[in-house]
């Protein structure tokens, strides 16, 4: 199995522009979780999805943000208007039940200037 | 508050050395505590998965042990070597199933050859 695949790796906005993060978790896992990773906050859950349908998106920080899965091998995290703020490390992950553990992809670097 | 705590927070061992990294969680009512390592500009990989009723998993030269009384979990790692040089972040599943991770900080381990 190719793991999480996500992108951009790397992307570099101007504020106030709209971003588009996209995740294909591996295949047979029915969890979806968006992160964010900054020096200051460490990792930070975001929204999670089971079955394509969002669980908990109690960690998403405002508005400009939301998240979509329309189906089992596809996710997308928008940003809507981007700011400086917002520059950090998003990672994706799933997991199957049964504690199989989370499996990560490899992240998106986003730089808003 | 859920809270995951790790220290040290930075750590620097000669190779061949013996080590451990701690972590603490406030809730002892954990599902399952998973330790993770980061290689710069990475994503997470998966180490090793402990669920609440067990108290050590093995891997190669890793061992972690967890104790859910008293909220610790430790990461043992023999005879280091430079290539263990990584972040070790562990994170604590309050959400059964569902792997919704609370993680720390983590530790950066240098080891030196």
């Known amino acids: 199995d190719a793991g999480v695949i996500q992108s951009p790796r790397h992307e570099v906005t101007e504020m106030g522009q709209e971003v588009t993060l996209r995740c294909k978790p591996i295949s047979g896992h029915d969890y979806l979780f968006w992160y964010r990773q900054t020096m200051m906050r460490g990792l930070e859950l975001l929204i999670y999805?089971?079955?394509?349908?969002?669980?908990?998106d109690s960690g998403m920080p405002e508005d400009r943000f939301s998240a979509k899965m329309p189906n089992a091998s596809f996710s997308t995290l928008k940003i809507q208007p981007s700011e400086p703020r917002d520059s950090a490390v998003y990672f994706c992950a799933s997991t199957a039940p049964m504690g199989v553990g989370l499996f990560f992809g490899e992240g998106s670097r986003l730089t808003v200037l | 508050k859920q809270e995951v705590t790790q220290i040290p927070a930075a750590l620097s061992v000669p190779e061949g050395e013996n080590l451990v990294l701690n972590c603490s969680f406030t809730d002892s009512a954990i599902y399952n505590l998973q330790w993770f390592r980061q290689d710069p500009g990475k994503g997470l990989t998966s180490l090793l998965l402990i669920q609440s009723s067990q108290r050590e998993q093995t891997s190669g030269r890793l061992n972690a042990s967890l104790d859910k009384s008293s909220g610790r979990s430790t990461l043992y790692i023999a005879a280091s070597q430079p290539g263990d040089s990584a972040t070790y972040l562990c994170?604590?599943?309050?959400?059964?199933?569902?792997?919704?991770?609370?993680f720390g900080t983590g530790t950066l381990l240098a080891v030196q050859p």
């Open positions: 994170a604590v599943s309050y959400g059964g199933a569902t792997n919704k991770l609370i």
């Open positions: 999805f089971n079955n394509n349908v969002p669980i908990d």
